[in-house]
Structures are given as structure tokens and as C-alpha cells.
């Protein structure tokens, strides 16, 4: 006899570095099962980052039908989800061909540096090369990181895909896009949609109008017909229809109903649905979110504005100020991968606990140049201050460190722009598990770090939004019936004095960390 639970909702999230597929009790928030498959990450020139469409959308089936067979096993009734949300890295960008259903080329990584070239050509166009010129639509400066310039790389360097588009069989999406396309049928009337909060993620969108903005396709030179339909995070946009196998073809017909980007769903999973309440995922890198209510707050100090959620067509939009960081779970990765000091990320942070001290080393992991708050493409990454005396243990403890106070640099950041400083923060992400970590955030920010003891939030606010769409209704968003969290805290436990010290030495090493690049040399791309 299968278990007695209330209504379940599935969640797939699919991150950077790995994909999950999580199904929570809809009644008590409470996980029950899940499947996680790393991803490749294809490094096929210097500060190119690529992944395979495919492989993505395989590990998607993987995991769902792996975590219905775990489900079975714990006589749990698969029948019981409900619905199914998605949340993804955001920006990474697919184009493919509607008519086979094939990705025309790799999906090119938020964190990938080919446009850099692109970025100064699309500058040129702008008058005074202000950064910032769409900042007031779009709440985005002009950078590597955003879809609309990897999108114009793809149609200036790829052959098949500038065919497709003439032939009108080209479609455009980020991994949420995708995924829903083929999830919903694939070239068998799949359907082609994005949220609001993946949307204000392409530089394509205006986040007021909630709309494509014709002028910015202009000036991108992007077809507006490439571009999927825009819908709330939270309705009914198709049901599961592709099944690969038996097992996950358990799905079929259930609704696919959440869709947000993996900060904002990251947000919605610590239940930050109050104007000024943060939250920082610690994930491939590290993104600080805040939510502004209503209304779309600018940033004088480096931070951009985007969209946080909209929880039904009819409902309001909310928006956020986020400062992201490119690099921080990525640099224990690249520790381990890279250098090979360590066999898994749990060593690195043996390593560190090892010795509890950098000894005076600072790594600034700018390998993707500096994201939030500086915008500075041409930094790289260095390591300095070593003597004789550094060892692994003191690099791996300085790579930790860098977490922090690239953290440090987005908290004081936004506590310039909101004017009320946070008074503590609330952590999630993978990198979260590691204590020293946590402790050491707290020491650096000087403020309470405070986590909750289950960390797939992101999944979880995927969802939440899924199980909340009308047509769905299995899960009340109302305040009173949101379920207290548990959570553990960290205190500062060094002196202030000693930490502002620490930073400061981190600012000056960040100082030498830019200028680095100039883009001809990495504009290896034509």
C-alpha cells in the first residue's frame, strides 16, 4: 500500500553545475525525495563556458525518473504530484531548430567571456559608451553576462543558426524556455514561453511594460520572432507530454506550472516576500537578492534591478536590487578540478579548517572578470601575498575567504542603495553545507548568518509558485499558512577591527586583479 501524503509537487531545478529533480509534501513544505546529476561544463577556448542542450534535458528525464523510483521504493504514490515547477540558471542561452527539436549549437553559459568583443562593438553604437544606457528598462548594464549578446554572437558566428532564423525555424530561449519547449512536446506543439523573472534576464525585456522591447531587438538586431511568449511565474503553461520511459512517463498530463529564474525562486524558498528581506545563494557563484515590493529600485552603488516574481497573471509584479558574483562554488571547483589539491570540494574545506587562517594570502577569483559591484570585464584572477610559507592549506582557506567578501562588497552595496542596513542574512545554496564557510561569512559581514536546516530553497520556491498557479491550488503563499522554518545561526566571533583590517587588504588585492584583459586578446571569437 502506497503511503497516505496530501498533494506532492515536483520540482526541477537545473543549475550550473548540476540538475535535481525534488518533490515536496505541498501541506508541509517537508522534501521527500530527490535525484541529482552533475552537468559537463565544456571549456572549448580560453573563457568560453558551454554545456550540451541535450545532456542538460537527458539529466532532467534522469533525474525525474530516478526520483519516481525512489519514491516507489518508499511507498510513496507518484500519482499524488500535482504539478511541476522549473527554475534554472538564469541568461545561458539555447537557440534550436522547432521543426527536429535539435539545439543548432552548445547553449553558451551566463558565466562564458566570447562577447566581450561584441560588447565593445554594441558600445560603440551608445553614445558617451555608457554601460548603463538601457538601465532604466531593463535594470541591466551592458555586459557578457546578459542573453541578448551571447544571442548576437550565435547569429554572427554560427552559420546554421543564421539559416534557421532566415527559414524561420529558429527558436531562442533560456534553459527554462528549453526545457518547458520540450518537456511540453518538443516539435509536437511544445510550448515556447518564459517567466517575467527569466525574461529581465536577457536585456531584451522591459521589466516595467513587462514586454519584448522592440527598440532594444533593434539595437541587438534580434529577430522578435526567435523570442519566446512571456508569462506570470506561477500559471498553467502546458502539461508533461515527452517521456523517455516508462517510469517518468508516470508525469505525463501533469501540469507545468512554476517557472522562475534560480535567484528569484531561491527568494520565494526563503519566503522573502517583504519589501527588504534578502537573501544570498552560494551556488556556481554567489547572488545577493533583496526585495523592493512593488516598485524597481536603481542602483547608484553597482547593483542591477531585475525582476523578483509575479505570482499569477493577475498578480502584482515584485522586483528586486541583486548583486551577483560570478565566482564562488566555482572556485572550489576549479581548486579541486583545475589545481588538483583536492579530490572533492569536502576537502577543500578540510584543507582550509586545517590551518583556519590564509596567512596574509588573498585570491581574487575574477575569471570571468569582476561581476557586482564593479562591472569590470577585463580583471582576472590572481592570488597574492604569498611567501614562502603559503601552502595549499592557505590558498584553500583564501579561496573560502573570497566567497565572503565578495559577499561583503554586495552587502555594503545594497546597504548604500536601501539605506537601512540588514541586520542579519539568510543563506542558501549548496556551498551553505560548509560551516567554515558560514562562520567565516559572519566574522567577515559582521552580522548573524542565518540558514535554514533544509537548503533546497530554490527548489522549493519553484515549487511554491507551481503549487499556488490557479488550476493547481495545492499550496497557500498567504503569510499564515507559509511553515516556520528552522534554521541554524552563525555569530561573528572575531573583532570588527580585525575584519575591516582583512577586508581592506582584500579591496587592494581586487584593485590589482583589474585591467588585466584587453579585449582583443580575448576576442578570439570570430
Known amino acids: 500500500m502506497a503511503t497516505k501524503l496530501g498533494p506532492l509537487v515536483g520540482a526541477i531545478d537545473q543549475g550550473t553545475s548540476s540538475t535535481r529533480f525534488l518533490v515536496f509534501n505541498a501541506e508541509t513544505a517537508e522534501l521527500l525525495s530527490h535525484h541529482q546529476v552533475e552537468i559537463k561544463q565544456e571549456f572549448p577556448r580560453e573563457g568560453w563556458v558551454e554545456q550540451d542542450p541535450k545532456e542538460i534535458l537527458n539529466s532532467v528525464y534522469e533525474c525525474v525518473e530516478k526520483t519516481c523510483e525512489k519514491m516507489k521504493q518508499l511507498n510513496i504514490n507518484i500519482s499524488n504530484i500535482r504539478a511541476i515547477g522549473v527554475t534554472n540558471q538564469r541568461e545561458t542561452t539555447v537557440v534550436w531548430d522547432k521543426t527536429t527539436g535539435e539545439p543548432l549549437y552548445n547553449a553558451i553559459v551566463w558565466l562564458d567571456l566570447r562577447t566581450q568583443s561584441t560588447v565593445e562593438h554594441l558600445l560603440k553604437k551608445v553614445p558617451g559608451r555608457n554601460k548603463t544606457f538601457s538601465k532604466f528598462k531593463t535594470g541591466l548594464p551592458l555586459s557578457t553576462y546578459f542573453s541578448a549578446v551571447k544571442l548576437r554572437w550565435l547569429l554572427d558566428n554560427v552559420e546554421e543558426i543564421r539559416k534557421a532564423v532566415e527559414d524561420h525555424r529558429a527558436m531562442f530561449g533560456t534553459i527554462d524556455s528549453w526545457l518547458i519547449w520540450s518537456l511540453t512536446g518538443g516539435k509536437n506543439g511544445g510550448i515556447h514561453c518564459t517567466d517575467v523573472t527569466n525574461a529581465s534576464r536577457t536585456m531584451l525585456f522591459n521589466i516595467h511594460s513587462l514586454e519584448w522591447d522592440p527598440e532594444l531587438c533593434k539595437f541587438f538586431d534580434i529577430p522578435m520572432e526567435i523570442l519566446p511568449t512571456v508569462r506570470s511565474s506561477s500559471e498553467i503553461y502546458g502539461v508533461m507530454k515527452i517521456c523517455p520511459s516508462w517510469e517518468s512517463g508516470a508525469l505525463t498530463g501533469v501540469p507545468i506550472s512554476g517557472c522562475l529564474g534560480d535567484q528569484s525562486a531561491a527568494l520565494v524558498g526563503q519566503m522573502c516576500f517583504q519589501d527588504g528581506q534578502a537573501k544570498n545563494t552560494y551556488g556556481t557563484g554567489c547572488f545577493l537578492l533583496c526585495n523592493t515590493g512593488q516598485k524597481s529600485v536603481f542602483s547608484e552603488h553597482g547593483l542591477i534591478t531585475t525582476i523578483a516574481y509575479k505570482m499569477g497573471k493577475d498578480k502584482p509584479t515584485f522586483y528586486a536590487l541583486e548583486g551577483s558574483v560570478a565566482i564562488a562554488g566555482a572556485v572550489v571547483r576549479w581548486l579541486r578540478d ?26 581574487v577569483p575574477a575569471f570571468s572578470g569582476l561581476y557586482a559591484p564593479y562591472w569590470e570585464p577585463s580583471a582576472r584572477g590572481i592570488i597574492c601575498g604569498l611567501t614562502q610559507f603559503t601552502n595549499k592549506n592557505h590558498i584553500a582557506f583564501a579561496a573560502l575567504e573570497a566567497v565572503c567578501f565578495q559577499t561583503r562588497e554586495i552587502l555594503d552595496a545594497m546597504n548604500k542603495d536601501c539605506g537601512i542596513p540588514l541586520n542579519q542574512l539568510q543563506v542558501d545554496g549548496g556551498m551553505t553545507n560548509n560551516k567554515i564557510l558560514m562562520q567565516l561569512q559572519s566574522d567577515i559581514l559582521c552580522i548573524p548568518v542565518v540558514k535554514p536546516s533544509m537548503p533546497e530553497t530554490t527548489a522549493l520556491g519553484a515549487a511554491m509558485a507551481a503549487g499556488a498557479a490557479e488550476g493547481v491550488g495545492v499550496w497557500s503563499l498567504n503569510p499564515g499558512d507559509l511553515t516556520a522554518v528552522t534554521c541554524e545561526r552563525f555569530e561573528p566571533q572575531i573583532n570588527p577591527e580585525e575584519s575591516e583590517y582583512r577586508y581592506a587588504r582584500w579591496k587592494k588585492a581586487v584593485m590589482k586583479s583589474m585591467g588585466w584583459e584587453t579585449s582583443d586578446a580575448s576576442s578570439n571569437g570570430k
Open 338 to 363: 583545475n589545481l588538483g589539491i583536492a579530490k572533492t570540494s569536502q576537502e577543500v574545506e578540510k584543507l582550509a579548517a586545517d590551518v583556519g587562517t590564509s596567512y596574509g594570502c588573498y585570491f
